[in-house]
């Protein structure tokens, strides 16, 4: 069973820092691109950023960039976000995910292309 679990989130001043950590097994993690994405109450779900199976391509939304930065240590199966310079519009549920298919590229993507996702890490930006 594929299993894909977040932690890191809490409640920050803004201007703050978080680092968001993802943890996935029961699947070839090294295979899979990984991204990160956001919902903040009535609104829709948004790719935050992703990265490739190797680390070799990266996507920021451009709400994100220059603050915000992806990484994937392979051996430990794990997939991390620091998010620097936070703000209010930052405060979402985040949501780890996996790809669908293996060796996939990274870009502006559909939710549904996603094929594994965690529950949710709760953060919360205070002005």
């Known amino acids: 069973q594929v299993q894909v679990v977040e932690s890191g989130g809490g409640l920050v001043q803004a201007g703050g820092s978080l680092r968001l950590s993802c943890t996935a097994s029961?699947?070839?993690?090294?295979?899979?691109?990984m991204a990160w994405f956001r919902q903040a109450p009535g609104k829709e779900r948004e790719e935050v950023s992703c990265i490739t199976a190797n680390g070799g391509s990266l996507y920021y939304a451009d709400s994100v960039k220059g603050r915000f930065a992806i990484s994937r240590d392979n051996p430990k199966n794990t997939l991390y976000l620091l998010m620097n310079s936070l703000k209010p519009e930052d405060t979402a549920m985040y949501y780890c995910a996996a790809d669908s298919r293996v060796y996939r590229s990274c870009g502006r993507r559909d939710p549904g292309s996603f094929g594994y996702w965690g529950q949710g890490t709760q953060v919360t930006v205070s002005s």
């Open positions: 029961g699947l070839i993690f090294d295979r899979y691109v």
